[in-house]
């Protein structure tokens, strides 16, 4: 009992809520958005190159939104960013329900990167404000473990329900993130009594700006996660075309592999983090990011269920060793007083994801998928450059801390 209370001890309850919801909502969201692409593709019979566009607008909008949420929260707080935009995300998943033009898919996907750019930063930076600097590392690994704990179950429940109804599965969704925000509205009022001695920074949107655009460290990092997301991206957008260009039973397959990523995650992070923890985040994300190129590669060759699973696992130890580690690296490289905005400004890797599925859209339609994953496998080990030179600037600013 007693080292169950130590466990439970190590964080502030609303961390812990945090992560409970984050399991929740990621199950809700998997549900739907991978198959967004085919419902778009099939039900709407939408051209891949609007298909992309229409994913690729969910994370155009993180890229900006992301900064200024963060922004905003470092000035006015954790509370009042994270809730509206839980309340948001309800009415964009009704919103799809509804919509039965592509105009209102490429619209409310929007509201829907905006709305996730606000929430995911702005919560990542309260688990930091709550937890112990000893323990932010666990906690990060702990919000990453329950991302895909809820991303392992998400993808099959859709499968299910988008052979019965798409719309079900949308309704389903915007439940969850309005019951959600309900919870954790009324759990903040009652126990985020720490919130009022919080510091909250003064510095002004533009100077935090200039701040984060001086960090080279940090701008060496946002360049190459745009390349690693550009690859990256293709997991939700043209991979299920390319896969039912390819194989029979695609929205199957595609689904138990989503579901076989997000199970490597969580039986794979801890022991593959407990090893990336000797090394330097940015050595870490540069053989992740050959990894994820060879995953791509892979997907190249897909013609049955065990070139699909080999694809699929290298592409997850890429994003093991990747994705964690930029958590860890912004956290590093933050002030107390920018935390938000730090994390916020880690949101303009998300141009990958935009850029991602219009180029992969592109090249799927113009030159078929074999040719396609193998420009954008080119493209994503291309960061390797950027998280060289990141690496370098963060070991001289280290150099010249110490020194002075």
Not at 25 to 41: G, K, N, Q
Not at 296 to 320: D, K, P, Q, R, Y
Request: hydrophobic share 50%; glycine share 10%; with cysteine.
């Amino acid at each position: 009992m007693n080292k169950f209370n130590s466990f439970l001890n190590q964080f502030h309850i609303i961390v812990w809520v945090l992560l409970l919801g984050t399991v929740i909502i990621r199950c809700a969201s998997t549900m739907t958005l991978p198959f967004l692409a085919i419902y778009l593709s099939k039900g709407m019979d939408i051209h891949p190159l609007l298909i992309g566009l229409t994913i690729g607008m969910s994370p155009l909008m993180a890229t900006v939104g992301g900064f200024v949420g963060g922004n905003l929260s470092d000035k006015y707080g954790r509370k009042p960013v994270m809730l509206t935009a839980l309340f948001l995300l309800a009415f964009v998943f009704f919103g799809f329900t509804v919509a039965n033009h592509a105009g209102w898919f490429i619209l409310l996907n929007a509201l829907n990167g905006l709305c996730n750019s606000f929430f995911e930063p702005t919560s990542q930076a309260l688990m930091a404000d709550l937890t112990d600097k000893k323990n932010r590392l666990k906690a990060y690994s702990y919000r990453y473990t329950a991302i895909n704990i809820g991303a392992s179950v998400g993808p099959l429940v859709g499968a299910y329900l988008a052979m019965v109804s798409a719309k079900t599965t949308f309704i389903i969704t915007s439940l969850v993130y309005l019951f959600y925000g309900i919870i954790l509205f009324i759990l903040m009022n009652r126990l985020l009594v720490e919130t009022k001695k919080l510091h909250k920074s003064s510095v002004t949107f533009v100077d935090a700006l200039n701040i984060v655009r001086r960090d080279k460290a940090l701008g060496f990092l946002i360049l190459g996660g745009i390349l690693i997301n550009i690859g990256y991206g293709q997991l939700e957008s043209n991979l299920p075309q390319h896969l039912d260009q390819t194989i029979a039973n695609s929205v199957y397959i595609y689904s138990v592999l989503l579901s076989i990523n997000a199970v490597m995650v969580v039986f794979l992070q801890i022991p593959i983090s407990h090893i990336a923890e000797k090394y330097r985040p940015m050595q870490v994300m540069i053989v992740g990011a050959i990894f994820l190129s060879l995953g791509l590669i892979g997907f190249s060759f897909v013609n049955g269920w065990v070139s699909a699973i080999l694809a699929i696992a290298l592409l997850t130890i890429g994003e093991i060793l990747i994705f964690p580690s930029n958590s860890i690296l912004i956290d590093q490289l933050a002030s107390e007083e920018l935390r938000g905005t730090y994390f916020g400004a880690g949101q303009f890797r998300k141009i990958g994801h935009f850029v991602g599925p219009i180029m992969g859209g592109f090249f799927l339609s113009q030159f078929g998928g074999q040719t396609a994953f193998w420009i954008i496998s080119i493209i994503s080990i291309s960061s390797i450059y950027f998280f060289t030179l990141g690496n370098r600037a963060q070991l001289n600013i280290q150099t010249a801390s110490i020194k002075g």
